[in-house]
């Protein structure tokens, strides 16, 4: 155990190994009294007028957890209590509107709030009351008008609906998924146009944007609209097969609201928030009986989990290096990536940068490891988590016919495929060929393969790109595939 473990702070708070002063730096002790300096933070607050969800998934909780996690401090307004979990709604309790107004107050008056949000109103008093704040407020609020949960369990009287439009006119941003654009406007969402002319429509009726989500328009595409008054936009993303999408929609403007208040701009917080949510349900969290809860803190574990992943890299190289595999190095050198847990983009995937090389003596990286580094092996490792999203580590290597007789020696699944075969359309798209190698691949076996061989083509070198869920797998695979040479 090393000096800091055994350095320890006792259950009384005191000190277990000498004083104060001796454990700590002059910078933090008030030496007239031996106390540690306090060291506040100065952070964005960002408040939710919403309901809670006893199941966490949803609402106030939801909502919290995502603002903490995008840089705000969260304050809340609870509207009323849900007995609620994975399956659905149990019962709910509304509160009085004072008892509600009676919390707004108390953050407003002493936080300064710098954007809010709602979501479960429940009661056309209580959305009147929301409306009210919202006209007085000096900050941004986002309005989110909770009507049904994911479950199909009604969570706003129909007499409410009718008073969503004084609210609608106070808001820097509304979003509502098709089926709340509709009980708004009248608009039937369907498609592009129709999400344009609801998001019009919520912008006449005074809001300053509205964003019409597209999760609940049948297509394998997710479009969410945002329209202002002078301009539209589309984002869009690939739908995800999934049912944990309880929660998503507080998410989403739960992180929009905590961007605003740390000062981004609306297109900003939007595309921001759009991500995140994507990101969310993606890797949903498999909790309770039902289909589950969307991730509230992906981003910031995805963050966290950047350093180690790079260090695995660098020790993956190390082993490369030490047991030198400069038989299996191609001429274009070899690569080592590894992704974030929950890595989507190149930028989120560590990688040699200038690749691992034949030397005289054996084999050596070019430079460091840094994010971003690597595009071939990077965006085949990110296509091949679509498919297998506990794939984290990949290296490309050498094929040959004495690499191909390897292979077959051992006990893998090995995938291929043939760039001949590859659509003009795809050659012709900027990154999409490791995208249809990596589909192709998957089709050709069952289950994950070990390695996936390209054949190559004119001008395009052969290649063997081994995958793994991690850096010390990846090492062993690569390892036995030189020792089977």
Not at 151 to 166: H, N, T, V, W
Request: glycine content about 8%.
């Amino acid at each position: 155990m090393s000096d800091e473990d055994t350095d320890a702070t006792d259950l009384d708070g005191d000190r277990a190994n000498g004083s104060d002063a001796d454990a700590t730096t002059d910078r933090g002790v008030d030496r007239s009294t031996g106390a540690r300096r306090a060291a506040p933070v100065a952070t964005p607050v960002a408040l939710t007028v919403a309901g809670s969800d006893s199941g966490g998934g949803a609402g106030v909780q939801a909502d919290l957890k995502t603002i903490e996690a995008h840089g705000a401090f969260g304050t809340s307004a609870v509207t009323a209590v849900t007995a609620q979990h994975t399956r659905g709604v149990e019962s709910t309790h509304v509160l009085p509107p004072a008892e509600v107004a009676a919390q707004i107050d108390a953050v407003t008056g002493d936080f300064d709030v710098r954007a809010a949000k709602t979501g479960m109103l429940a009661t056309a008093e209580i959305v009147e009351l929301a409306a009210d704040r919202a006209a007085a407020a000096d900050f941004p609020v986002v309005v989110d008008p909770v009507m049904v949960a994911a479950s199909g369990d009604r969570l706003l009287d129909r007499e409410a609906e009718d008073a969503y439009a004084d609210l609608v006119a106070e808001a820097a941003l509304v979003t509502p998924n098709a089926d709340e654009a509709a009980v708004l406007t009248g608009v039937d969402v369907t498609d592009r146009e129709s999400a344009v002319a609801a998001g019009e429509e919520l912008v006449a009726m005074g809001a300053d944007a509205a964003l019409v989500k597209g999760g609940h328009v049948p297509g394998e595409t997710v479009r969410d609209v945002l329209v202002t008054s002078d301009r539209t936009c589309a984002h869009h993303h690939p739908r995800i097969d999934t049912d944990a999408t309880h929660g998503s929609g507080c998410a989403l403007s739960a992180a929009i609201a905590a961007r605003l208040a740390r000062g981004d701009d609306l297109g900003e917080a939007v595309e921001a928030g759009v991500d995140f949510a994507t990101r969310a349900v993606r890797y949903s969290l498999d909790v309770g009986e039902g289909a589950g809860s969307v991730h509230h803190s992906v981003e910031v574990r995805n963050r966290a989990a950047r350093e180690s992943t790079a260090e695995a890299v660098r020790g993956v190289v190390r082993e490369f290096v030490d047991t030198d595999v400069s038989a299996l190095v191609p001429e274009v050198g070899t690569n080592v990536v590894g992704a974030t847990p929950y890595a989507e983009r190149v930028d989120e995937t560590a990688a040699v940068e200038g690749r691992v090389t034949r030397t005289l003596s054996g084999v050596k990286p070019n430079r460091g490891v840094r994010f971003g580094a690597s595009s071939h092996v990077a965006r085949f490792l990110l296509s091949c988590r679509e498919f297998d999203p506990d794939l984290r580590f990949a290296a490309n290597c050498r094929f040959d016919v004495d690499v191909e007789a390897a292979l077959d020696s051992l006990d893998w699944a090995v995938a291929e495929y043939d760039r001949g075969s590859e659509p003009d359309e795809v050659k012709e798209a900027e990154g999409s060929t490791m995208q249809w190698g990596a589909r192709r691949a998957f089709e050709s076996v069952e289950g994950t393969p070990v390695a996936v061989v390209d054949r190559g083509e004119v001008g395009k070198e052969a290649m063997t790109k081994i995958v793994a869920g991690d850096a010390d797998e990846l090492t062993e695979r690569v390892l036995a595939l030189a020792d089977s040479l």
